[in-house]
Structures are given as structure tokens and as C-alpha cells.
């Protein structure tokens, strides 16, 4: 059964202090790994989706990378405005292409 | 605004009833997902359609079903409601059934009293 491990579970950084939050993933074949932002009460809001090992996707500030274990989301100086829940989630390449979701790290960017 | 289009955006009922919880894809959008997310689970895949065909199925108990109509906008039918089934409920559309980009609605807060 694919798997989808986020950490760390909260994350409270000073605006500009740059950090990592990890996605680790276990998948009987790796279609595609999708970083997502979801702020309360609202639906997530696609950022990413990155295909095989080595590869690299940049958008404003955030920046997300892919191994053959896990993927991180490199958050440079944040804003408050870049607070909100990340999660992110992978689909397998069976032919069951079902999406799994990780818990999400709660991100507090603090003025 | 993602163009993904939910109603209703609140639901509060009874145990024992059954609702039914509407979702418009994006334009061109061929495949609708559904989610459900509660607190203590976070986010799980219900069920996918793709062009009016179902074409995965997760973690959707039998008292839940869905079907998505020739306009290609999708329906959630949750029948025999308990006090467990209270959560938001996403529906999210891509372009293909390949799960690519999805793209997220605003969600149904489903409230069981």
C-alpha cells in the first residue's frame, strides 16, 4: 500500500528563516509527487508535480525537489502570507491510480 | 479561484438521513475526484470518475456512492449518516484520469447532529 510520511508535523519559522519540510513516500511505482497548500477551511491549491529523481520545480519562494525516497519543499525567506498547511501526496503508476495524501505540515511564518 | 465549483458549502442533518453533495468540474476538466478530510485522518481519496466511468475507488465505505453525469459535473450520495461521517468534502477535477494537477473545490462542511 503506497505510503505518505510529512515531517515535521508543525513548523513555526521568523519571517526570512529559510527551512525544509520533508515528504517521504513509499509507491509500487511512482507516477507523479504533488505538493499542495491548503489554507483552514479551504480546498488545496496545486503547486507542484514532480515525475522522476532529480528533478526540480521552483514557484516565487518555494521550491520543491524529488529522490528516489522522499521530496522536500525548500521554503526561502517566508512570508506571514506563506503560512498555511503543505501536504503533499503521490499516484501510482498501476493501473489503480489512487492519490495518496500525507498529513500536511502546518507552516506559522511569525512578522 | 480554482474553477472547481461545490454545493452545498454546508450540511448539517440528522443520523440515519442521506445527502447528496454536488461538484462542477473546470471547464474541459474530464475527471472528478472526491475526498473526504477530517480532522484526525486528513486528507482521503474516496473515488475517481473520468469521463463518466468510475475509475479508482479508495477508502469509500459501501453506504457511499457517486456517480458523474453525461455534463460531466459528479455527484456524492452518503446514505445511513453517522456522527463519524462529519468532515469537509473535496471534490477536485483534472484534465485526464492520469491524476495529474488536480484541482481543488471549496469543499461541503458536512455536520451530523
Known amino acids: 500500500e503506497d505510503q505518505v510520511t510529512q515531517s515535521p508535523e508543525a513548523l513555526r519559522l521568523q519571517e526570512g528563516e529559510s527551512s525544509s519540510l520533508n515528504c517521504s513516500y513509499t509507491?509500487?511505482?511512482?507516477?507523479?509527487l504533488f505538493w499542495y497548500r491548503q489554507d483552514p477551511g479551504k480546498g488545496p491549491e496545486f503547486l507542484f508535480t514532480l515525475y522522476s529523481a532529480g528533478e526540480e520545480k521552483e514557484k516565487e519562494r518555494l521550491k520543491a525537489t524529488l529522490t528516489k525516497k522522499e521530496s522536500f519543499l525548500h521554503i526561502t525567506a517566508p512570508k506571514p502570507e506563506d503560512s498555511a498547511t503543505y501536504l503533499c501526496a503521490v499516484s501510482n503508476s498501476g493501473g489503480y491510480q489512487k492519490v495518496t495524501f500525507g498529513t500536511g505540515t502546518k507552516l506559522q511564518v511569525i512578522p | 479561484d480554482s474553477g472547481v465549483t461545490q454545493t452545498p458549502k454546508h450540511l448539517i442533518t440528522a443520523t440515519g438521513q442521506r445527502v447528496t453533495l454536488r461538484c462542477s468540474p473546470r471547464?474541459?476538466?474530464?475527471?472528478v475526484y472526491w475526498y473526504q478530510q477530517s480532522l484526525d485522518q486528513g486528507l482521503q481519496f474516496l473515488i475517481q470518475y473520468y469521463n463518466g466511468e468510475e475509475r479508482a475507488k479508495g477508502n469509500i465505505l459501501e453506504r457511499f456512492s457517486a456517480q458523474q453525469f453525461p455534463d460531466l459535473h459528479s455527484e456524492l450520495n452518503l446514505s445511513s449518516l453517522e456522527l463519524g461521517d462529519s468532515a469537509l468534502y473535496f471534490c477536485?477535477?483534472?484534465?485526464?484520469?492520469?491524476?495529474?494537477?488536480?484541482?481543488f473545490g471549496p469543499g461541503t462542511r458536512l455536520t451530523v447532529t
Open positions: 509507491v509500487s511505482g511512482l507516477r507523479g
Open positions: 477536485a477535477s483534472s484534465e485526464t484520469g492520469a491524476s495529474y494537477e488536480q484541482y
Open positions: 471547464s474541459g476538466d474530464l475527471s
